[in-house]
């Protein structure tokens, strides 16, 4: 909430604000509020700019912006990113008021001088640690050449601004900005079982979701995995034939139709690296049953996959991810217990007996 009451205050005032907090507070729905605050739809140029670290974020933040912005008349956005027709990108982008998108496609379009930024009032930088350690920085600077910083507000958004590169960024660019700290947020109850060594954890997993169907008609199931060796793996043992696999190595079009077929069945179980994390808070369908078959590698990135809202969390621990587990439970002030015997029992969907 203090994130949100103090940007949404600097936005009209038109300071570059640099705001910290982690993930899954919200803080896409923080800008999308600014941009539609700042945006004059009789100007059919592009007047807000942001761009994000993955195409599935960019999409998802563009959804948002035409939800929340749904009653304002002649409003238009668009979300430019890889592995889709830039004939398509160009000829929706004339017009066009609000642009999400990645920095490599997006620089694209400006240097084609598709994408003008001489109109613009807001640019937006998301997830910036993301952005930079993603080996974005000389694309960033290069869109910063068609920016000018006397008449655009700059709006950082991080879960950590202590990197180099964020450094160098901000000092160059957004001098005398506005500093916004958002306190890491404490998790609700969430779940684990000692499931004691890896490869105990199949077998877990095939008689949890068994326990979850009969529970629960109709919440939808994702599966967190590390890795995706280690998800192609799990998926060639055939625990379960209503498990579809998200991951980086599938093209554009083949990640969309995995999603629709997720949102659009109550059966299917969606099995996923950290891909969609980022735009979880920004799925349509939001799941109600969250199981980490393996712990984030690090404890930031645990916010990302279980969001916000109201959801069941059960993540598989072995023996040698205790201190991880501790470790998330220190960083987040939460407690995880081990999943009760009688879980099931308590959290049975009348609609299913």
Known sequence: ???????????????????????????????VIGALQVVDTANKQCQVFAVMPTRELAMSTNCMIKQMGQYIDNLSTHAVVACTSIRNDIEKITGTQIITGIPGRALDLITR?????????????????LIFSRGFKEQINDIMKYISIDNTQIA????????????????????????????????????????????????????????????????????????????KWVMDQNIDGNIIAMHGDLTSIEREITMKKWRSDKNIVLMTTDIVSRGIV??????????????????????????????????FVCEDQLTLLRDIETFYNAKMEELPIDFFDLVVDPKSQ
């Open 1 to 31: 909430m203090f994130i949100y009451l103090h940007s949404n205050n600097l936005n009209k005032l038109g300071k570059n604000i640099i705001a910290k907090g982690q993930s899954g507070i919200g803080k896409s729905s923080i800008f």
């Open 113 to 129: 001088g598709v994408l003008k930024l001489t109109h613009l009032k807001l640019f937006v930088i998301d997830d910036a640690e």
């Open 282 to 315: 920004a799925i349509k369908d939001l799941p109600k049953w969250i199981v980490g078959y393996d712990l984030p590698p690090n404890r930031e990135n645990y916010i990302c996959r279980v969001g916000k809202g109201d959801k069941n969390v059960i993540n």
């Open 156 to 231: 950082l958004f991080s879960d950590t601004i202590s990197s180099k590169d964020i450094k160098e960024f901000t000092s160059k660019y957004m001098q005398n900005a506005i500093y916004i700290h958002q306190q890491r947020e404490e998790l609700k109850k969430q779940y684990f079982v000692h499931c004691q060594r890896e490869e105990y954890k199949l077998q877990t997993l095939r008689e949890l979701l068994r326990k979850i169907r009969k529970a629960s008609d109709n919440g939808k199931i994702m599966i967190f995995v590390n890795t995706r060796r280690k998800l």
